[in-house]
C-alpha cells in the first residue's frame, strides 16, 4: 500500500456583498505542510463561471481568472498560507476569502486536488438550464473602446503592450500591468482600462492610483523617463455613487489622469500630434 500524504485545503471563495455574507466558492488550494515549507502546494479555479454571474451581474471574470497565476506564484515564493491570506484580504477588500483548514489524506496530491474541485466547484448536469452566452465585462468594453481609439488615430501600431510595472519596482509579487503605453520623447504614457461599477473592481482601482507614484518613481530612477498614467473608465458612470467617488478621488489624489472611452478619440489624436505620426 503507498503512503498517505496528509495535505491541507482551502476552499476558495467570492463574496461580492461582504456585509450580506453571500459567497460562491471559485477555487480549490492543497498544499502538503512540511518543517520547512510545502511538499506539494498548487491552486485549482473554477472553469464554470455562470454561478459566479448569477450572484453578481457586473462581476469582471477576467479578475478573478487572474487569481489563479498569482496564487501560485505566492506559494512558490513564501509557501506561507498566513500571509496569503493576508494579501488577499488587502488587495480585494476582504471580497476573496478561504474556507477554514480541511484535512485530508491522500496517496497523489494532483489526482486529490482534482477531485476536491468536483466536489466543491463544479455544478451538476442539468438538462433544464442551458448555457447562456457569457456577456462582455465592463473591462473587455473598455479595452475595445481605448484600442478602437487608438487604431481610427492611426496610432495602434506604435503601441507598447503588458507592461509589467515589476520590471521597475523590483518587487516579483507586483501584479500591475499597463494595457498601453506610448514614448513621446522621454514621457511613457500609459493607458489603462478601469472598470468601476462593483465593489471589487473599486478596490482594485484603488490600489492602481495609490501605486502608480512609486512605479513613476522607480522608472525616473531607473531611466530618467518621466511616467503619466491615464485611467479609462466606462461611460454614463453615477459618479455620484460614494464607492466610485472614492476610487475617482484616489486617482486625482495620486496625480492619476480619468477619462472616460468618449474621451479616447481626442486623446488619441492629441497623442498622435505629439507623436509626429
Not at 463544479?122 to 468594453?141: C, G, L, N, V, Y
Amino acid at each position: 500500500m503507498a503512503d498517505l500524504k496528509q495535505l491541507e485545503f482551502y476552499v476558495l471563495r467570492y463574496v461580492p456583498y461582504v456585509v450580506r455574507g453571500d459567497f460562491i466558492s471559485i477555487g480549490v488550494l492543497l498544499v502538503e505542510p512540511r518543517p520547512n515549507g510545502f511538499g506539494f502546494a498548487d491552486i485549482a479555479m473554477t472553469s464554470d463561471w455562470r454561478r459566479v454571474q448569477c450572484l453578481d451581474r457586473q462581476v469582471d471574470i477576467e479578475v478573478l481568472q487572474s487569481l489563479e497565476p498569482y496564487i501560485r506564484m505566492q506559494l512558490q515564493h513564501s509557501q506561507d498560507v498566513g500571509m496569503l491570506l493576508h494579501k488577499l484580504a488587502d488587495s480585494f477588500a476582504n471580497m476573496i476569502q478561504m474556507s477554514p483548514r480541511e484535512v485530508c489524506l491522500a496517496e497523489d496530491p494532483a489526482r486529490e486536488l482534482k477531485m476536491l474541485c468536483s466536489i466543491y466547484l463544479e455544478e451538476p448536469p442539468s438538462d433544464i438550464m442551458p448555457a447562456a452566452p457569457r456577456p462582455k465585462s465592463e473591462h473587455a468594453m473598455i479595452l475595445a473602446g481605448i484600442e478602437d481609439a487608438l487604431t481610427q488615430a492611426g496610432i495602434w501600431g506604435l503601441r507598447i503592450e503588458k507592461v509589467s510595472a515589476a520590471q521597475y519596482t523590483k518587487k516579483k509579487g507586483d501584479r500591475l500591468v499597463f494595457d498601453f503605453g506610448y514614448l513621446v520623447g522621454t514621457e511613457v504614457r500609459f493607458f489603462q482600462a478601469v472598470p468601476l461599477r462593483t465593489n471589487f473592481n473599486q478596490a482594485i482601482a484603488v490600489n492602481i492610483a495609490r501605486h502608480f507614484p512609486k512605479v513613476a518613481d522607480c522608472m525616473h530612477a531607473e531611466n530618467g523617463a518621466s511616467a503619466s498614467l491615464t485611467a479609462v473608465i466606462a461611460d454614463n458612470l453615477d459618479r455620484t455613487n460614494p464607492e466610485i467617488e472614492f476610487a475617482l478621488d484616489a486617482f486625482k489624489d495620486n496625480n492619476v489622469k480619468v477619462a472616460a472611452v468618449a474621451d479616447m478619440p481626442s486623446i488619441a489624436n492629441e497623442t498622435r500630434r505629439d507623436l509626429n505620426a
